[in-house]
């Protein structure tokens, strides 16, 4: 019957009906934020195993250009099963300190109790990030820096792997 219909009557009952659906799917999802007995609860980005965590950044090209990377992923990784810690890697393209400061600034968000660079770029940016959140620590490995900010550790690559593991070791468990 409907296809019997003049071609523009049966175009204002399809969107007539189109609307009817709108509506009611627009009315369904604004009236089901009243009822919460069902809903999940509200998904947090913490640590709910209350494990410190230590986190290693580096830029592509000193992650791929040598092996005091894999040596100081190597390291964390064997203090992290060792001492319950939780252990994780950022390594992304970044030619300087510019482009590795917001990259460090996010596991600042993330709740690292422990960041560890490894090369220039990344090093460099820990002094801006160190100086912006001073309850964070950071060690700066063969960063190339001069000095740092009380907070920043900096290690050459002679030392990185047991300095690394022992400060991994020595986070304490979050409350």
């Not at 007995?37 to 494990?51: I, Q």
């Not at 770029?121 to 740092?148: C, E, I, M, N, Y």
């Not at 991994?168 to 979050?174: E, H, N």
Request: net charge neutral; with cysteine; hydrophobic share 45%.
């Amino acid at each position: 019957m409907f296809l019997r219909l003049p071609p523009r009557r049966r175009a204002l009952i399809a969107a007539a009906l189109g609307a009817a659906a709108v509506a009611a799917v627009v009315g369904i999802v604004l009236s089901g934020g009243d009822d919460d007995e069902g809903a999940a609860p509200a998904v947090h980005a913490n640590d709910v195993s209350k494990r410190a965590t230590a986190c290693l950044a580096a830029d592509s090209a000193t992650a791929s250009g040598g092996d005091l990377f894999g040596r100081v992923w190597s390291a964390m990784q064997t203090a992290g099963a060792q001492h319950d810690r939780n252990v994780q890697q950022l390594v992304v393209p970044a030619a300087g300190a510019e482009q590795a400061g917001p990259y460090l600034s996010g596991l600042v968000a993330q709740r690292c109790d422990l960041i560890v660079t490894v090369g220039a770029p990344f090093g460099r940016a820990s002094t801006g990030v160190a100086q912006a959140s001073p309850a964070v620590r950071l060690t700066a490995v063969d960063s190339t820096l001069g000095s740092a900010p009380t907070n920043v550790t900096l290690v050459t690559g002679a030392e990185a792997e047991g300095r690394v593991a022992e400060q991994v070791g020595g986070l304490r468990p979050r409350t």
